[in-house]
């Protein structure tokens, strides 16, 4: 399962397939037998250097123009923006000691304590809704 801290890592992979995916439609494909370069339908000589596994750099070489590293820069800039509201969220960690205290006055009141629910719990409310009463 996919952890919140992959995210960088996923980003960048996302950025290098939208590289990817644009060099296709300028007619570069990764080069047969070195897969760091775009050359024109995989084999010509005519080349840009791919970005790193990260999504970052490359755009400069020999082919048409002498660089499309400013078309790179805008297309990580697309993907950017659109995860960027995905960055920096809480990860729950600050719930420790509140939890804990919750937990510490409810065995001094007698109760059980409160026990964080199980992921297959959660799925299952968000399927169906939070459960309510019985009347």
Do not use: H
Not at 17 to 46: E, R, V
Not at 80 to 86: E, H, L, M, N
């Amino acid at each position: 399962m996919v952890d919140y801290d992959d995210l960088p890592t996923i980003v960048g992979q996302m950025k290098r397939a939208a590289i990817d995916c644009w060099m296709a439609d300028q007619g570069f494909y990764p080069n047969w037998g070195n897969d760091m370069i775009y050359a024109k339908w995989g084999w010509m000589l005519n080349f840009y250097n791919r970005p790193a596994a990260d999504g970052s750099g490359g755009g400069d070489g020999n082919g048409v123009k002498d660089s499309v590293a400013e078309e790179f820069d805008a297309i990580r800039g697309v993907i950017d923006s659109r995860v960027a509201k995905w960055q920096g969220l809480p990860d729950g960690a600050a719930c420790a000691t509140p939890r804990s205290a919750a937990n510490s006055t409810t065995a001094v009141l007698g109760g059980p304590p409160q026990r964080r629910p199980s992921r297959a719990a959660v799925r299952s409310r968000r399927r169906t809704g939070p459960s309510r009463p019985s009347s």
